[in-house]
């Protein structure tokens, strides 16, 4: 499974961004996908994610503001993320989660996007 994320840029807080996640490769036995972050200094943190059935979860920083969906194929991910605040500055990444039922599971990482929101 390869992953290719896409999307980021630098935006003035309150704008919004969409990333985008590129799937290629076996997707058929995905479980899940996430993004996470990571800012300067900090550890990689999850932002949201999506279960093959479509079920959300987001970090309460992201909640009411961000919005991950993907398609039927497991083919695109988005995270669609509005009011952007400076702290939300970070590189964003893209990982899935491959295998059905029980552990162990295989994890797939995107390279990521840097999303710059200024004040």
């Known amino acids: 499974v390869q992953l290719q994320a896409s999307g980021g840029g630098s935006v003035q807080a309150g704008g919004s961004l969409r990333l985008s996640c590129a799937v290629s490769?076996?997707?058929?036995?995905?479980?899940?996908f996430n993004w996470y972050r990571q800012a300067p200094e900090k550890q990689r943190e999850l932002v949201a994610a999506?279960?093959?059935?479509?079920?959300?979860n987001y970090a309460d920083s992201a909640k009411g503001r961000f919005t991950v969906s993907k398609d039927n194929l497991n083919t695109l991910v988005y995270l669609q993320m509005d009011n952007l605040k400076p702290e939300d500055t970070a590189v964003y990444y893209c990982?899935?989660?491959?295998?059905?039922?029980?552990?162990?599971?295989?994890?797939?990482w995107g390279q990521g996007t840097q999303v710059t929101v200024s004040s």
């Open positions: 990982r899935a989660i491959v295998g059905i039922g029980n552990p162990p599971f295989e994890y797939y």
């Open positions: 999506i279960s093959n059935t479509g079920r959300t």
């Open positions: 490769g076996s997707t058929s036995n995905i479980n899940a």
